[in-house]
């Protein structure tokens, strides 16, 4: 995935440990046009000035002043807003002025986690028409730059308020922006979004390093033994790869000399595709890559166009075919598929060269579970599984990427500055990350508990309120399972999410019927948002509104039937398919081998049997990475939670 603005995060990181009083009047990036403020409770404002300067805050006609502290540091409150506005602030010292206009009054969300949170506007389905309909200056967006720091900073590394408009909306986090628009329709207060995310972040990074149990310097030895890490893995790959040019020799003065179909391939490794680089020996590279591969074409198929599906490529690609460029794409969640015209085919071995280019995290055509193919005429040829594979010019180092998986450094950065502000609570979507394997997945339980309770701890002003905290679990992903799986990491991982429920002012947003197979950043964002509106209004504003679907309460075993009872049924159980079948369940008899299942509703229940299993003693439901069709819903709409009855 792309490295992202990281020179100005690594600038300040670089800075931390040198602070020097202020010369001027200075306010937190919060601060600044188009705010919003939480109501109804007391409202600080904090800042910094030259030390022992006296400071004199305004906020429309009421007026407080304080005097800063000897490192500058000043802090004063005012009594609470209710909702509306506009409002406006003056900050004056001496001959300093700072103004902060039109200002309003509302409700005030963290919205947190990694790209699925981060998913812009602009990038999801039907975004011309969401951004050219954007008209609600109530809701506004604050996007905190991807920033870190071995030890706790107090000031944020930048960024500003818009609203929600054509003009700005685009950049506006997807999951955040519905999620605000649904709760409008009922609480009609100004909506503001703080936006803290990091694409391919892990949880840990996200936790304070007291939390975690680390001692004032343990982030940064964390961070110092991950570079010792990196470090030793370049050493061993420059061994390998020995001396790789500074600029890419496949291409030299736009001529693709490795695209040639005459190329000599000697000195070429060989690579599975689909699959990142990263997992194939070439951890942490960064740069540019060529892939090589043949089809064998008739004469017959060689006379049509045809079509070359790749999937999605990490980050950037052009493609050829014969040496004739068939297409480019730059952009890591966008699946490939480019027209090859009959007249760069020939009979026999057709050459496809793709050459790669990643700027940090994973790299390569691996990015979804698609098998590359090139369609011809309705046929399908599947392209080899191992291609031939060449680093054309490295870069080798900590990259975003890596930053993000060490603990407490990106909220030493984009949380713990957010201390001091009210918030009405947090929306996250995160666990991507922290999925790679079962053992991964469980861990996250304890870490996502102890998330919570520390943010609840940490911010809005330390009160330890239990705020509400809602987040969306992992939709379907992957490549669907031709057997149940007895371990599924995804799977694990949403069992993970939903146990914080037995926290106090939580809920959960189910997804598990809107991910896309081959795409981890699916492109439905406006059910995403909806649907944790719902939970949003149903938790932290009490309406009596349906915000889940079915849940597994209790089961009941007769024979080869098994009968199962949900909570949540609103209505009456439905299935979207047109049989009125229920898809998505597995059961599994003494041997603990599960089978795929079909489902029936009968009333508020649903019937499941299998004729391979007679003597079942354990159901599952939508539990695998991408269940085959999970489509038990209530008649809300809202689909079922995955559950299972087991402890396996």
Not at 137 to 158: M, N, Q, T, Y
Not at 190 to 197: A, D, H, K, Q
Request: proline content about 7%; glycine content about 10%; overall charge neutral.
């Amino acid at each position: 995935m792309r490295r992202l603005v990281l020179a100005l995060a690594f600038t300040g990181a670089a800075r931390l440990g040198a602070q020097t009083a202020p010369t001027a009047l200075q306010l937190p990036p919060l601060f600044s046009d188009h705010m919003v403020l939480q109501r109804d409770v007391t409202i600080p404002v904090w800042g910094w000035a030259p030390p022992r300067a006296r400071v004199t805050v305004k906020l429309d006609e009421r007026s407080a002043s304080t005097t800063a502290d000897s490192t500058g540091r000043w802090r004063l409150a005012f009594a609470p807003l209710a909702a509306g506005g506009p409002h406006t602030l003056t900050v004056s010292r001496a001959d300093d002025r700072v103004v902060v206009r039109d200002i309003l009054a509302g409700d005030v969300w963290l919205a947190s986690g990694q790209s699925n949170m981060e998913f812009r506007v602009d990038q999801g389905a039907n975004a011309a028409h969401e951004i050219a309909s954007a008209n609600d200056s109530s809701i506004r967006h604050f996007k905190i730059p991807i920033s870190w720091s071995e030890r706790p900073v107090d000031s944020l590394a930048g960024g500003a308020w818009t609203v929600a408009d054509p003009q700005h909306v685009g950049a506006f986090s997807a999951v955040a922006y519905f999620f605000a628009r649904e709760l409008r329709v009922s609480q009609r207060v100004p909506i503001g979004i703080v936006n803290s995310t990091w694409g391919g972040s892990a949880i840990e990074t996200w936790i304070s390093g007291r939390a975690q149990g680390m001692s004032p310097d343990g982030p940064a030895n964390a961070f110092a033994a991950e570079r010792r890490r990196v470090d030793s893995l370049s050493a061993a790959l420059r061994a390998r790869l020995g001396t790789v040019p500074e600029h890419d020799p496949g291409l030299v003065d736009g001529k693709p000399l490795w695209a040639s179909p005459t190329l000599d391939e000697t000195g070429w490794q060989k690579i599975k595709v689909p699959a990142l680089w990263e997992t194939q020996g070439y951890e942490n590279v960064d740069g540019i890559a060529w892939y090589r591969t043949t089809v064998t074409l008739s004469a017959e198929e060689a006379a049509r166009d045809a079509r070359l599906v790749l999937g999605a490529i990490d980050d950037d690609d052009i493609t050829w075919v014969n040496g004739v460029e068939v297409g480019k794409t730059n952009g890591y969640n966008i699946p490939r598929a480019y027209d090859v015209p009959a007249s760069a085919l020939h009979a026999g071995p057709n050459v496809i060269a793709v050459r790669v280019a990643d700027g940090g995290g994973g790299g390569g055509i691996g990015g979804s579970t698609i098998v590359p193919h090139l369609e011809i005429g309705g046929a399908s040829h599947a392209l080899p599984s191992e291609w031939s594979f060449r680093v054309g010019e490295l870069v080798f180092g900590m990259d975003g990427q890596r930053i993000n998986k060490v603990p407490a450094v990106t909220y030493n950065r984009m949380v713990y500055p957010l201390i001091p502000m009210p918030i009405k609570g947090v929306i996250w979507y995160q666990g991507e990350s922290n999925a790679n394997n079962p053992a991964e997945a469980r861990a996250y339980r304890t870490q996502f508990a102890t998330l919570i309770r520390s943010w609840r701890r940490e911010l809005n002003g330390g009160k330890g309120a239990d705020f509400p905290f809602l987040w969306v679990q992992l939709p379907n992903y992957g490549q669907p399972d031709s057997v149940p799986p007895l371990e599924s990491e995804w799977a694990l991982q949403r069992e993970s999410m939903e146990g914080a429920l037995t926290l106090p002012n939580t809920g959960e947003a189910i997804t598990i019927d809107v991910g896309e197979a081959g795409d981890i950043h699916p492109k439905n964002k406006q059910d995403v948002g909806r649907r944790l509106g719902l939970v949003g209004r149903r938790v932290a504003y009490r309406e009596p509104v349906v915000a889940s679907g079915p849940t597994y309460r209790s089961h009941t075993i007769d024979g080869s039937r098994v009968t199962l009872t949900f909570d949540h049924v609103n209505g009456g159980l439905v299935s979207s398919a047109p049989s009125g079948e229920v898809g998505g369940f597995a059961i599994a008899g003494p041997d603990r081998k599960f089978v795929w299942a079909r489902g029936r509703i009968e009333g508020d229940h649903v019937v499941v049997s299998s004729d391979r299993v007679r003597q079942p003693v354990a159901v599952r439901y939508a539990w695998a990475n991408d269940p085959p069709e999970p489509n038990l819903y209530n008649k809300a709409g809202l689909p079922a939670a995955p559950f299972r009855t087991d402890t396996w």
